[in-house]
């Protein structure tokens, strides 16, 4: 591995601190014998060894600072910096005590799950490792996606530093920095002469000490900032505090108040009426101040975990060759068929006090001069159709044109051609006259339009908003969420679901190396969950409970035989659980995520593979505790004409969806999706309650204040 490959990834990190100078020399020094290795270099030899090895342990303890807040050397995931620097080490021998993060970050790469293999198993002292071997990284799938750039901000950084680096990088002790944020707290102390502020500026939920004294630049107008949460740059001394529960402080040499707080008495300066006072608030009082709660610690530190799950979500399935495809928002096709569509319409105008609104509607087709003659010489004179008055010949003549359309179209859709449109009924509303030519919706679900794409470029998958216009007050519905919904090529049910667990399991483990301050916050929070990172360890130590919907439904009935009571302790076959019985079965019956498999035909959608009883379909609901259903998915129908077949089942017109028909004529082959409400992740990450409380502005019904 080349050094200056190797230097070029470390000091992409945040921490310059890492470009020492042997510490990736170690490599290439086998302490163990106390001699130099033959392909040193001539400077390297050239050096004492005892100054060598003082040099990379203190390197090494440099290295293992950086590491306290950080998982991996360079970025949030795995990159070439790390397989060097573990390689080096492992050939090295074991990592000593003193560096308990450096440890801690050896086994996390030796451990994983492709490097493992090459490592013999982990162990710094095990035998068997390869650092040069091309082949073992190909295997590492860094070749898949090509190895990104570093990242290397010259032009945006704006000569501040963000807090979450400031704290993480004790190499900054002594030097001057500047720090922009707003504040939690402000304190005057000494009569007036010194002002303590509290800053956060979002990067984590820690906040820092700025002290400021009369003699400090800006001083008196910091002091009239109006207090909690006015805005503020200061640069300083960063030394270490003196004070308890926390590492630094600033001794600001100039400070600026760069927004005050204008709560007081009509618009003055002043705390009174700042909505995010210092005290805390109830999770209802924050979202009714949606646009103000990103300042609130509970708010910052889930939108902070929802951030590291998207990231994780596109990286996982980057790292794993799919593509990411953005399906429309808008869509004339009803994926679940369940009618719960938001419509979209031009029609009602731009001004919503305009009270001459017109929709327009289908009227009685009119008879044009010589048109009736064409169809039957019965000319009329003008006026003699006025009221909607048809001859009764003309009448059987439009209805026998109308049945012969309607069979012209079912027999299209019925080979999956393209259809011809069907009258619409006179009155119906004629979304012909609006902007998309027909009646136009919010998406549902991603899902048909993805499988166009699956089934061309193999693994794919969409993530983006999602509608439903359903009348839902609980704590797990929105009307828009964010859906993640993956579809895979060659591939049945039982391929399906190992990647939803893969999925779920890669991000719990990514919140757990990348979100450890925000976890612990949720931890400790009134709003959070004692136990909750125990609880996630949990779900990726083991694999989750797969078992059939029957074999589900014979468990709650023996539950409700044995005595338990449910709201509905009818359990019969066919039904379709409530999230009282999914979450007994995760929760109480087998305490851990629970995949339930091959549901009746009737309760699921209608592109769902039909098994070979004839009577479930190939579906998966994956039942999590506290949540229920987080996500649902299924093998998809691939034979043309079962499909169809579910689809006039389902009560669905198979034309409105001709191309989706299509797709099973041109090549069809199995495949698979399914799809993972991401703000129901969140909820099982963080173990706050509310589904409210995990998007910036929630939508239900009667709320879209923000
Ligand atoms: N992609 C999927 O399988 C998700 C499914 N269409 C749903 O909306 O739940």
Same mark, same amino acid.
């Given at each position: ?7 070029? +990834? /470390? ?6 601190? *890492? ?7 170690? +490599? ?28 990379? /342990? ?33 050939? /090295? ?32 002292? $095990?035998? $068997? ?6 082949? #073992? ?61 509290? *800053? ?80 805390? =608030? ?41 593509? &990411?495809? =953005? ?10 068929? +369940? ?14 006090? %305009? ?5 327009? &509607? ?16 019965? %000319? ?19 209805? %026998? ?11 299209? /859709? +019925? ?61 797990? =519905? ?10 895979? #090529? ?58 059939? &919907? ?22 019969? @076959? ?9 979450? &007994? ?52 129908? =691939? ?18 969806? @001709? @191309?989706?028909?299509? *797709? ?43």
């Amino acid at each position: 591995m080349s050094h200056t490959l190797l230097l070029d +990834a /470390a000091s992409a990190s945040e921490s310059g601190a *890492l470009k020492c100078k042997t510490a990736f020399s170690y +490599a290439e020094i086998t302490l163990e014998e106390g001699k130099i290795d033959a392909n040193t270099s001539a400077t390297t030899k050239g050096l004492e060894l005892k100054a060598i090895q003082a040099d990379i /342990a203190k390197s090494l303890s440099i290295v293992d600072a950086h590491l306290v807040q950080h998982t991996y050397l360079a970025c949030n995931f795995i990159t070439v910096a790390d397989i060097s620097l573990a390689c080096s080490i492992r050939a /090295a021998g074991p990592v000593s005590s003193s560096t308990p993060n450096l440890s801690r970050w050896f086994n996390t790469i030796a451990n994983h799950p492709k490097i493992a293999p090459l490592f013999g198993g982990g162990s710094a002292a $095990g035998a $068997g490792a390869n650092s040069g071997n091309g082949a #073992a990284l190909v295997d590492l799938g860094l070749q898949l996606s090509g190895v990104p750039p570093p990242v290397a901000p010259t032009l945006y950084k704006r000569g501040r530093i963000r807090i979450k680096e400031l704290l993480s990088t004790p190499s900054l002790i002594g030097s001057t920095v500047t720090v922009s944020g707003w504040s939690r707290t402000t304190r005057n102390a000494d009569a007036g002469k010194l002002l303590f502020v509290e *800053l956060n500026d979002g990067s984590t939920t820690l906040s820092v000490q700025c002290v400021m004294k009369n003699t400090s630049t800006g001083f008196d107008n910091c002091k009239a900032s109006g207090g909690t949460g006015a805005s503020f740059t200061f640069t300083g001394e960063l030394v270490e505090s003196e004070g308890k529960g926390q590492s630094c402080e600033i001794q600001v040499i100039k400070g600026e108040c760069v927004g005050a707080v204008y709560g007081g008495e009509n618009m003055t300066i002043g705390g009174a009426n700042y909505p995010l006072s210092k005290k805390s =608030h109830g999770l209802e009082h924050l979202r009714q101040h949606a646009h103000l709660r990103p300042r609130a610690k509970v708010h910052a530190a889930a939108m902070r975990i929802r951030h590291a799950m998207a990231f994780a979500t596109h990286k996982f399935f980057n790292d794993n060759g799919f593509l &990411y495809i =953005h399906t429309p928002i808008v869509t004339c096709a009803d994926c679940e068929g +369940a009618g719960e569509q938001f419509g979209i319409t031009t029609m009602l105008g731009t001004d919503p006090h %305009k009270t001459d609104v017109k929709v327009p &509607y289908v009227e009685e087709p009119k008879k044009k001069e010589g048109a009736a003659e064409e169809e039957g010489g019965e %000319k009329k004179k003008e006026g003699e159709e006025g009221g909607g008055g048809q001859s009764n010949k003309a009448k059987k003549k439009a209805a %026998k044109k109308a049945a012969a359309l309607a069979k012209k179209a079912a027999m299209a /859709a +019925a080979k999956g051609g393209k259809p011809e449109e069907d009258p619409l009924p006179v009155g119906a509303v004629d979304y012909g006259k609006d902007f998309f030519g027909k009646r136009a919706n919010l998406t549902v679900s991603g899902q048909l339009n993805v499988e166009t794409h699956c089934c061309a470029l193999s693994d794919v998958y969409t993530f983006g908003p999602t509608f439903r216009a359903e009348n839902s007050h609980t704590t797990r =519905h929105l009307a828009e969420f964010w859906m993640i919904e993956p579809e895979i #090529a060659f591939a049945d049910l039982h391929t399906d679901m190992d990647l939803a667990e893969d999925y779920i399991k890669y991000c719990v483990r990514y919140a757990l190396e990348c979100c450890k301050d925000d976890l612990e916050f949720f931890e400790e929070s009134q709003f959070g969950e004692k136990g909750l990172i125990k609880r996630l360890s949990n779900v990726i130590e083991a694999p989750f409970k797969r078992l059939t &919907y029957t074999e589900g439904i014979e468990l709650l009935k023996k539950t409700v035989a044995d005595g338990h009571q449910f709201e509905e302790s009818n359990i019969q @076959w066919g039904m379709d659980l409530g999230s009282e019985h999914e979450r &007994y079965l995760c929760e109480t019956i087998f305490k851990k995520p629970v995949i339930l498999t091959d549901y009746p035909k009737e309760i699921k959608a209608f592109y769902m593979k039909l098994n070979p009883d004839e009577k479930t379909v190939a579906a998966a609901d994956i039942l999590v505790p506290k949540i229920g259903e987080l996500v649902g998915g299924s093998q998809r129908e =691939h034979r043309h004409d079962i499909l169809v077949d579910r689809c006039k089942e389902s009560g669905l017109e198979p034309k409105a969806i @001709w @191309w989706y028909l299509e *797709l099973r004529k041109f090549g069809t082959m199995p495949h698979a999706g399914f799809g993972l409400g991401f703000e129901r992740l969140i909820l099982f990450i963080t173990g706050l309650e509310n589904i409210k409380d995990v998007i910036p502005f929630p939508r239900t019904p009667g709320v879209a204040e923000f």
